[in-house]
């Protein structure tokens, strides 16, 4: 082979070298742009993850508080029930007092009756709202019945 057949030979096999190479630079860059696109959708992934388990716990505790919330009611609604039946059992019993007294304790019934109607209505219409709920119980708790007042009607 004269030389100028070797360089022809030689420049060819250079120019397949080079798109040899040249596809494999475009092949490699894709390859890394898809690595980059992996790992991006792999760091949303990780982020999302944990806002998943802090709704879960939020979930779980919400329910936690729910249920706490309806054994509350439960009891301040026996409380209440059982409330109303010893003031009808007193007036029942009563023989006849004088008009204040049996007009007290017929409000204290209804007012009674009027919470228990109040409670029920509340936690029935959302019981999403615990913090609304708790704070009615709250209320309800801490007011005297009004029996507590026939002692001074008596003086």
């Known amino acids: 082979m004269e030389r100028s057949e070797i360089r022809m030979i030689a420049i060819d096999n250079q120019h397949v070298y080079d ?23 792999l760091e949303v992934l990780k982020q999302d993850q944990p806002k998943d388990h802090d709704k879960e716990l939020i979930k779980r505790a919400l329910a936690k508080q729910a249920s706490k919330d309806a054994i509350e009611y439960q009891k301040l609604l026996k409380q209440k029930n059982q409330e109303i039946e010893q003031l009808n059992i007193q007036l029942e019993q009563l023989p006849k007092f004088n008009i204040f007294e049996l007009a007290l304790r017929q409000a204290n019934i209804e007012k009674l009756y009027l919470e228990r109607r109040l409670l029920v209505s509340t936690t029935s219409s959302s019981p999403s709202s615990s913090s609304s709920t708790s704070s009615l119980l709250l209320k309800l708790r801490t007011n005297a019945p009004v029996s507590h007042q026939v002692s001074y009607l008596k003086k």
């Open 19 to 41: 798109e040899q190479e040249q596809t494999l630079q475009r092949q490699n860059i894709e390859l890394h742009d898809r690595i980059k696109r992996f790992e991006r959708q």
